[in-house]
């Protein structure tokens, strides 16, 4: 059984930074692109970051330049480093390791706010 479990969410002051992990269990980790997908309120989820097994990685314009991916194979973990956040950023942010579509794992999500 393959498990996707985030941490690292809360509350920061715009401006800020927070880095998000997430741990994948029960399987080969290495195999998998994973990507940080969000969801705010009323809207519909959007992809963040993704990086592959190849570690090459891709970003949402919305993103590019603040935060970063990236992937410990030795650890099971993937990071996302998110440095001068916004508060439209806010959002559940979702870990998803994908290597086809029969092995295609979802996180519960883990929160991030931006407030003052």
């Known amino acids: 059984q393959v498990q996707v479990v985030e941490s690292g969410g809360g509350l920061v002051q715009p401006g800020g930074s927070l880095t998000l992990s997430c741990a994948v269990s029960?399987?080969?980790?290495?195999?998998?692109?994973m990507n940080w997908y969000r969801q705010a309120p009323g809207k519909q989820r959007e992809l963040v970051a993704g990086?592959?097994?190849?570690?090459?990685?891709n970003y949402a314009d919305a993103v590019k330049g603040r935060f970063t991916i990236s992937r410990d194979n030795f650890k099971n973990t993937v990071y996302l480093q998110m440095n001068s956040l916004k508060p439209e950023d806010t959002a559940v942010y979702y870990c998803?390791?994908?290597?086809?579509?029969?092995?295609?794992?979802w996180g519960q999500g883990t929160q991030v706010t931006v407030s003052s």
């Open positions: 998803n390791a994908y290597w086809n579509s029969r092995s295609d794992y």
């Open positions: 990086i592959t097994s190849g570690r090459s990685t």
């Open positions: 029960g399987s080969i980790f290495s195999l998998y692109a």
